[in-house]
Structures are given as structure tokens and as C-alpha cells.
């Protein structure tokens, strides 16, 4: 099948940045699609959430268990017994990191958009907060997307709207695509579960908060 332009496919968690892309997306492109991974999170909420934001914007759910890449190592998002790092170690990775997570995602994504006929593949990855996690860099999306395209002699293109960004600008994408309220309210990105502006003290959530102040301040400035 020939892979249409004007179609895309969001990689979608319901959290607050891939939430942010679903939205950019539906501005970009004709026909919007979205993908959600499943793998043992400790929060099923996170995938009830997702089903809820994809129905509010108009967009198809496709839920894929790939709870494999749970059990392939340790780490805090899907095992019960360990706790959520409040700061990163200096010198590893912080212990929510699932080695290849975005690898997996984006080559399972990648597999269902050609089915579908999508050329436009969207991931709410930055390099700005990375925290640590080394597939969420530009260099790594770049290698994978040149990957893809040789794996299945096809022409995607993986877009990342957020690579450049910190939270408070990807704040002020939401904002300046109408959603700011969706986002604040009705996302998850809370490492423990809680919805909106979450527990306020895992590390995820600190970082979201940073960057709502911050662009609420900087907001409230501009308008005087
Ligand atoms: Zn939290």
C-alpha cells in the first residue's frame, strides 16, 4: 500500500506531551490515528485515560499489550516492589528507564502505519527534558527513522514537535493550540498515577509544574 501524506499516526500515552502532539497533529494532517502501548504499567488509569483523550479528539484508539518489554529487565514503571527515583542517580539511569522502549514503540508504530497506509509517524520525545533516557534524542529518532525506511523499504517520517522544547514551551504549544485545559486536567504524567497536576512531588510531576509556572509567569508578563 502507498503510504499517504496527509495521514498520521500520534504515539500516545495520554500524558501530558504526547497529548500536546495528538493535538499538533490534528492540525497538520488530514487523518489522525493514535497508538497505545501497554506494558505492565502499575497504572491502568494511564490507558483508560488515553481511550477518553483519543474519543475527545476525534481519533481512533489502537491498544497493543506489548508487556514483553516489561519483564525483559527491572525497572519502577512496572514493578510493584521499586520505588520511583526522586532524582536520578549522577552516574546511571534514572530507575523508571525501559531499555528500548522507544525503539520498540516506534518499530511497532512504524509497522502498523505502513498497514495503514500512514506515512506520518508523531512522538511526543524532547531532547531539552530527556531526563536521562538516551532514545528520547534527536540523533537516536533520526538513526531509527532512517532504520525503518530500510527495514521496509518505505518512506516515513518521524516527526517530534517537542524535541527543542522544555516543558514551559510545550506548555505554550498547548496553550496556543486551545487545549491548555485538556492538558492540565485531563492528562497523566504522574509517575504515581494521580491525574492533572498529579502527586507534585515524583519527579515527572515536578518537572510539569516547573514548566506550567514558568509559563504562566512568562504568559502573565507578556500580557502586561
Ligand atoms: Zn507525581
Known sequence: ????????????????????????????????????????QKHSLEVDMARSLAAKAGTDFNLMDVSLIGRLGENALTDTSIEMDAEKPADSFPNTFVPGRNMFFLGIAAVWAREHGIMNIVTGVSQTDYSGYPDCRDSFIRSLNVTLNLAMDEQFVIHTPLMWLDKAQTWALADSLGVMDIIRKETLTCYNGIPGDGCGHCPACR??????????????ADAR
Open 1 to 40: 500500500m502507498q503510504l499517504d501524506k496527509d495521514k498520521a499516526l500520534v504515539v500516545f500515552s495520554g500524558g501530558q506531551d504526547s497529548t500536546t502532539c495528538l493535538y499538533w497533529a490534528l492540525e497538520q494532517f488530514r487523518e489522525v490515528h493514535t497508538i497505545t502501548f501497554t506494558y505492565g
Open 207 to 220: 518537572l510539569r509544574k516547573a514548566g506550567l509556572e514558568k509559563y504562566l509567569a512568562e504568559r502573565h
